[in-house]
């Protein structure tokens, strides 16, 4: 076999190569944050004819032709980073063999990493770094944006690839960062979209003591004094959601602290809670059996409504009492017909305080809590509101209507007169 | 499609003809609650209607509210419990003198006796956002009502909405609790209003019923309310010492555990009690399950620190099937701290 002719080729070589650069290539900047624009002007000085000029991009196979003058592309940069990414543009003439040029811009970027969806209180650490990494960057600007609160920063502490910011994390907002990577200005961001907490430590426990204070209740006069009632346990007035130190009052309910420091840095939030619904029945002790009579050596009423309004159903009377305020005829959870049944009917309704209290943030304590006491108030007024009231019992199984438990009808004592009063004139009305 | 509904009537309509529309679906699942078909669909109804209502009270342009105002308050003459509370709500914010009036108006009526408990209830509720010639004015009423031993009357509702009138509500207080027959017809609720009025001259009147309680039930009413009123008058420093030697005093030695922790939660809302010193008694009363609730609650409100075995503690009370729901929450706000 014959060796090829090298002499000849490197003559025809150097013949087609310029002596001095008949094209340019210019870029629009030294360099740019990936997926940002630049733009290439290609020129030449040759006479020939352009059939087009082809621009070529160090990193990837893509490449654009341009057949008119100017000879120009704005290229979106949105692959791969690079310091001294090369462009190629290459002249196609029609009559003289092709010439290129190329140029060297920086095609770099900010890695951010970050939990996007962290659930609220979760301390998060922010991360950012240069992409391609090992950039020396002197300054990161860090922001945090909120619909309350901005809080920035600045990290110089050393001028390394990497910059970190954190702490708890309380409100939904959009974390930036920006930094100056090779003369090019990047900036990155994310949204954060904080998740409520929720589980047990977040739903209200509703309970209720039946018959809880043996010694309550005053003598039935003709004063419609209650047979019986439901209230909170601990304070025996009739407030429903609890801790409530003053009727409105629930800031003994909710554990709040402010974030010192980080993203969200001086924001109030709702750390726990411990709202519960702890209720209590009593039943006025005049009407039980063996109760106390209402004047020395008058006659019980349960004596004397056992054998006139309420003939020999007297107990069932007392039980319909306990009844109505629990949870109705037949005792039933969420029942209609008792008290109880219906504040946990309407707190399921209506949703739980706690989960209604987790998501308050504010930028005072004063406001949060304020907050605080609004939502509770509203969920406690509509329950109130769902189970205050007594008429709704009175078609229902536990009073009134044909086979009900109790009849309700009786008479009470006039302490004015010494007796009780000739009719059953009283009705279960009053609870 | 309940929701777009009441959008669509919001909407559509004028303010104040809006109203009316939504007071009908308010009403609905009180019209049909004795017959407990479809009562869900009503119940949603009804709140979606209510929570329109209030929003569009909220809303409403100044140049239309005066007579939305008073289509509210006519809505409180419905017999309809549905239509009662979403005017009372929708009124609350916006014109809560207003409403305090009407509320008062169905009290001196005096005829329909479970109007006159959600009247009470709801005065209770909107007390203290009343202007003080108001609040000066509702105290008088209530405490006639209270004082008229001739008529039908929630007293201790009455009593509670009272004690919202805070200080303006103290003289009558006073009256009432030195009057034998009206103190033993109010003595649930008076302690809680006494400690409401957040006046120094209530005190000798809370520590005497307190003296007198002769349930655990009305001591631990009362003891708290010792700790809210002590909490409220720095001004008077002996009647301060008073109530915090009173808590000290249950929460030291009183037989029963339960009196002892609620002490111990007035303690701790006086800034009284003190992890170093007490921390062990607490945490001794927190083994007792009826005292548990408020020990554990006394420990959070304090924000006593929590060693290992004091978390380990708790931890076992939350996984304790004895606990109550109430001391399960506490508990976990507890670890969450």
Redesign the interface.
């Known amino acids: 076999m014959s060796r090829p002719p090298i002499v000849f080729i490197g003559l025809i070589i150097v013949a087609q190569t310029p002596s001095s650069a008949a094209v340019t290539l210019t870029a629009g900047d030294t360099g740019v944050q990936r997926g940002g624009e630049l733009t290439f002007t290609a020129t030449t000085v040759e006479t020939a004819p352009v059939v087009k000029v082809t621009f070529s991009y160090q990193g990837t196979g893509d490449t654009d032709e341009v057949t008119t003058s100017p000879y120009q592309i704005i290229k979106s940069m949105d692959w791969a980073t690079m310091e001294n990414l090369t462009v190629t543009a290459t002249f196609d003439f029609e009559n003289i063999a092709d010439q290129s040029d190329t140029a060297d811009v920086d095609v770099v970027d900010i890695t951010l990493v970050a939990p996007t969806q962290p659930f609220r209180r979760t301390s998060v650490t922010f991360v950012a770094r240069t992409d391609p990494t090992g950039l020396s960057v002197s300054s990161w600007d860090w922001e945090y944006d909120t619909a309350l609160l901005d809080n920035d920063t600045t990290d110089e502490s050393n001028s390394d690839d990497l910059s970190t910011w954190g702490g708890r994390i309380v409100i939904s907002g959009t974390v930036s960062v920006e930094a100056t990577l090779v003369s090019v200005a990047c900036t990155k961001s994310l949204e954060i979209s904080v998740r409520n907490r929720a589980g047990v430590g977040w739903n209200t426990p509703i309970d209720c003591v039946e018959d809880n204070e043996p010694l309550w209740g005053a003598p039935l006069f003709g004063y419609n004094e209650p047979l019986g009632q439901i209230r909170d346990e601990d304070s025996d007035v009739h407030h429903i959601i609890v801790p409530q130190t003053s009727t409105g009052d629930w800031s003994d309910g909710v554990v709040v602290a402010q974030v010192p420091s980080g993203p969200n840095a001086g924001l109030w939030y709702v750390v726990s809670e411990c709202l519960v619904i702890d209720q209590e029945t009593v039943i006025n002790r005049y009407m039980k059996s063996g109760g106390p009579p209402p004047e020395p050596g008058a006659t019980s009423f349960f004596a004397y409504n056992n054998a006139g309004c309420i003939s020999n159903d007297m107990a069932d009377c007392v039980t319909a009492v306990e009844h109505h305020e629990y949870r109705g005829t037949p005792p039933a959870v969420k029942s209609l017909e008792g008290h109880f049944g219906r504040m946990e009917n309407r707190l399921d309704a209506i949703g739980h305080p706690g989960l209604a209290v987790e998501p308050l943030v504010d930028t005072t304590e004063a406001g949060l809590l304020a907050a605080a006491n609004d939502t509770v108030e509203f969920i406690e007024a509509s329950i109130d509101g769902f189970t205050t009231d007594g008429s709704w019992s009175d078609a229902g199984p536990n009073w009134g209507g044909e086979g009900a438990l109790g009849s309700g009808k009786h008479t009470r004592y006039d302490v004015i007169t010494g007796a009780y009063y000739t009719g059953c004139t009283f009705g279960p009305d009053h609870f | 499609m309940t929701a777009i509904l009441l959008s669509l009537m919001i909407v559509l309509a004028p303010a104040s003809d809006a109203v009316d529309d939504l007071m009908v679906e308010a009403a609905r699942f ?1 019209d049909g ?2 017959s ?1 078909d479809g ?1 869900e669909e009503d ?2 109804a009804a ?1 979606a209607a ?1 929570l329109a209502l209030i929003d569009l009270a909220r809303t409403c342009p100044d140049a239309e509210w005066v007579a939305m105002r008073d289509r509210l308050i006519a809505g409180l003459d419905s017999e309809n ?1 549905g239509v ?2 979403a005017c ?2 929708a009124l ?1 914010r916006r014109a809560p003198d207003a409403l305090g009036a009407a509320l008062l108006a169905v009290l001196q009526d005096g005829n329909g ?2 109007r006159e ?2 009247a009470a ?1 709801a005065l ?2 909107i ?2 956002r009343l202007s003080r010639e108001t609040r000066g004015v509702a105290a008088t009423a209530l405490a006639q009502c209270i004082e008229d ?9 009455m009593v ?1 909405a009272l ?2 009138m805070e200080d303006a509500a103290t003289d009558h207080l006073l009256r009432i609790g030195a009057h034998a027959t009206l103190c ?2 109010v003595r ?2 008076l ?3 006494l ?2 009025t957040g006046d120094a001259r209530a005190m000798p009147l809370l520590l005497s019923l307190h003296e007198g309680a ?2 655990d ?2 001591r ?2 009362s003891v ?2 010792l700790g ?1 009123l002590a909490r409220q008058i720095d001004s008077d420093g002996q009647l301060v010492d008073q109530a915090v030697q009173s808590n000290r005093a249950d929460f030291e030695s009183h037989a029963s555990p339960a009196v002892a922790a ?1 002490a111990a939660l007035a303690l701790a ?1 006086t800034g009284h009690l003190s992890a170093d010193t007490d921390g062990a008694r607490v945490f001794q009363l927190a083994d007792d399950p009826a005292a548990r ?2 020990a554990l ?1 006394a420990v ?2 304090s924000r006593m620190p929590l060693d290992s075995e004091q978390r380990q503690a708790i931890e076992g009370y939350v996984q304790d099937e004895g606990s ?3 001391v ?3 508990a ?3 670890l ?2």
């Open positions: 009180y609650a004795a407990y009562f119940m949603a709140r209510r419990r009662w509370l009372c709500q609350s006796v479970g408990a959600l209830d209770a509720r007390g203290r031993l001739s008529r039908p009357c929630d007293r201790e509702r509670t004690g919202s033993r017809l649930s609720a302690p809680h209003a400690a409401s002769v349930s039930g009305k631990i009413a708290l309310a809210h609620a809302r609730k408020n609650r959070l409100e109550s729901p109430a399960r929450k506490i976990l706000a507890l969450a701290d």
